[in-house]
């Protein structure tokens, strides 16, 4: 059984590189560059940006227009951009409001320096900075399918408290508001994208879980090779319970998790990931003759196989492999149809 199980998902797995291409459901990308400080910085938060933007268009396959690039001082940039301080990211989300349906995911980065004073917790951009709690007031209004929160960031913890809602994906590079240190983690989070090493299972997609978790294990292994002590350590909140799940380790869907507000560090049983693997920063893309229903069929297949695969552990492993090859089975069937259409 486990050789027919392991054909048929090699089946499936191969299949997809013969499918033709095309765009994927929208996705719309903002990504907010702040102030550096000195020149370096300021120069390096502004690389990170256009990098991101770079990464987005050739690895990801987005569409340049639907990615907003701000930056400290739009001067540095080699791509267009527009300044990163309060008003223009007040009507850049105002436009996104009325620009990304329900069908639509929405991502924003923030790559930069934060504080977290008098129980504020900050983005430092040019001007007024940016707070948690205006963030939150901010994307409110925004009804996207999920909204995925990278806070790049310097004490960036405090944002997964301000943000979290069902739906949403919160990304931080700290896992307390104390970490103050300047954060690496979009340096190995771009990393994880341009060399493809946060394509961790090599299907071809990269969901935000697989990403975040690679920058944080590069960002780790970084720390390590030059003998330092590691001041910063990436979180991620997904079920909306205003808390996040360290992303150090893998975040096994089926261990006990690490959790962490502002302040409190405490152990539960009631991981994140989940949603964040359903998040694809690159997805899978079919022919536009493809009907929706039967793509829609085919993702389903491959979220209960996902599912299945999360509870292997409290099943017994002939239930289980009956059911896993059963699943197989008909994504394999499900591609086929799809492979036709495309092909008509």
Same mark, same amino acid.
């Given at each position: 059984?486990?050789?027919?199980?392991?054909?048929?998902?090699?089946?499936?797995?191969? /299949?997809?590189?013969?499918?033709?291409?095309?765009?994927?459901?929208?996705?719309?990308?903002? @990504?907010i &560059?702040?102030?550096?400080?000195? =020149?370096?910085y300021?120069? $390096?938060f502004?690389?990170?940006?256009?990098?991101?933007?770079?990464?987005?268009?050739?690895?990801?396959?987005?569409? /340049?227009?639907? !990615?907003v690039?701000?930056?400290?001082?739009?001067?540095?940039?080699?791509?267009p951009?527009?300044?990163?301080?309060? #008003?223009?990211?007040?009507?850049?989300?105002k436009?996104?409001a009325? =620009?990304?349906?329900?069908?639509d995911?929405?991502?924003?980065y923030?790559?930069?320096?934060?504080s977290?004073?008098r129980?504020?917790?900050?983005?430092?951009i040019p001007g007024?900075?940016?707070?948690?709690?205006?963030?939150?007031?901010?994307i %409110?209004?925004i +009804?996207?399918?999920r909204?995925?929160v !990278?806070?790049?960031?310097?004490?960036?913890?405090g944002f997964?408290?301000?943000?979290s809602?069902?739906?949403?994906v919160? &990304?931080?590079?700290? =896992?307390?508001?104390?970490?103050?240190?300047?954060?690496?983690?979009?340096?190995?989070?771009?990393?994880g994208? #341009?060399?493809?090493s946060?394509?961790?299972? *090599?299907?071809?997609? !990269?969901?935000?879980?697989e990403?975040?978790?690679?920058?944080?294990?590069?960002? %780790?292994?970084?720390?390590?090779? =030059?003998?330092l @002590?590691?001041? %910063?350590?990436?979180?991620?909140?997904?079920?909306?319970?205003?808390?996040?799940?360290?992303?150090?380790?893998g975040?096994?869907?089926d261990?006990?998790?690490e959790k962490s507000?502002t302040?409190?560090?405490a152990?539960?049983?009631?991981g994140?990931?989940?949603?964040?693997?359903? &998040?694809f920063?690159?997805d899978?893309m079919?022919?536009?003759?493809?009907?929706?229903?039967l793509? #829609? *069929?085919?993702r389903?297949?491959?979220?209960r196989?996902?599912e299945? $695969?999360r509870k292997k552990?409290?099943m017994?492993s002939?239930?289980?492999?009956?059911?896993?090859?059963t699943?197989?089975?008909?994504?394999?069937?499900? +591609?086929?149809e @799809?492979?036709r259409?495309?092909s008509?």
């Open positions: 059984m486990r050789r027919l199980l392991t054909t048929t998902a090699l089946w499936v797995g191969m /299949a997809l590189f013969f499918c033709p291409r095309a765009a994927a459901a929208p996705s719309h990308d903002i @990504i &560059c702040g102030s550096g400080g000195d =020149k370096t300021q120069e $390096k502004a690389a990170w940006g256009m990098r991101l933007r770079k990464a987005l268009v050739g690895q990801l396959g987005r569409s /340049a227009e639907g !990615i690039l701000l930056i400290e001082s739009a001067d540095r940039a080699t791509t951009a527009r300044v990163s301080d309060l #008003e223009t990211i007040r009507s850049v989300l436009e996104a009325n =620009k990304v349906g329900p069908e995911d929405l991502f924003i923030l790559v930069g320096h934060g977290h004073w129980n504020v917790s900050r983005f430092h007024p900075d940016l707070t948690a709690k205006e963030l939150a007031r901010l %409110e209004p +009804h996207a399918r909204l995925i !990278i806070n790049a960031a310097s004490s960036s913890a997964i408290n301000a943000l809602r069902p739906g949403r919160i &990304c931080t590079a700290t =896992k307390s508001v104390d970490e103050k240190n300047a954060a690496e983690f979009m340096e190995y989070f771009l990393q994208l #341009e060399d493809g946060a394509d961790q299972n *090599r299907d071809e997609r !990269i969901c935000v879980l990403a975040c978790r690679q920058a944080s294990a590069l960002t %780790e292994a970084s720390y390590v090779g =030059k003998g @002590i590691a001041t %910063e350590h990436a979180l991620l909140d997904d079920n909306g319970d205003g808390q996040g799940t360290r992303l150090a380790g975040l096994p869907s261990a006990p998790s507000t302040t409190t560090v152990t539960t049983d009631l994140d990931g989940a949603l964040a693997a359903q &998040c920063l690159r899978f079919f022919s536009p003759a493809v009907p929706r229903d793509v #829609e *069929r085919y389903s297949l491959l979220n196989i996902d299945l $695969k552990s409290a017994e002939g239930a289980y492999y009956t059911a896993l090859e699943l197989l089975i008909e994504a394999a069937r499900a +591609h086929r @799809i492979r259409a495309g008509r």
